[in-house]
């Protein structure tokens, strides 16, 4: 599967965000999908995931009640909303089909796609 990340930009804290990824292929909905995002040397880190219907979501500490990850499996695309930016949200962020690997959210392949870098000033 293809994975094109895009609607990254430079945005105030404070401010939003709409992240968008598409993907190819017509198998879309089987998979589990999740954001990632990787600071400026730090690893990369899992971000949100949702389920194939899109009916269970997930995220990180840092970000749950600010990030809402959803997606339109008649479109192929995943989507990532962020809210109430802050300076330390500032990465590339990549989305990625996903597994449960033990009790965190894993990569399901090895393959990233293209990110889309998000920067908020203070």
């Known amino acids: 599967v293809q994975l094109q990340a895009s609607g990254g930009g430079l945005v105030q804290a404070g401010g939003s965000l709409r992240l968008s990824c598409a993907t190819s292929?017509?198998?879309?909905?089987?998979?589990?999908m999740g954001w990632f995002r990787q600071a400026p040397g730090k690893e990369r880190e899992f971000v949100a995931a949702v389920s194939r219907s899109g009916s269970s979501t997930y995220y990180a500490d840092s970000v749950k009640g600010r990030f809402t990850i959803s997606r339109d499996n008649a479109k192929n695309t995943v989507y990532l909303e962020l809210n109430k930016l802050k300076p330390e949200d500032t990465a590339l962020y990549y989305c990625?089909?996903?597994?449960?690997?033990?009790?965190?959210?894993?990569?399901?392949?090895?393959?990233w796609g293209q990110g889309t870098l998000v920067t908020v000033s203070s």
């Open positions: 990625a089909p996903v597994r449960l690997g033990g009790n965190k959210w894993v990569p399901l392949y090895d393959y």
């Open positions: 292929g017509r198998t879309f909905s089987i998979y589990d």
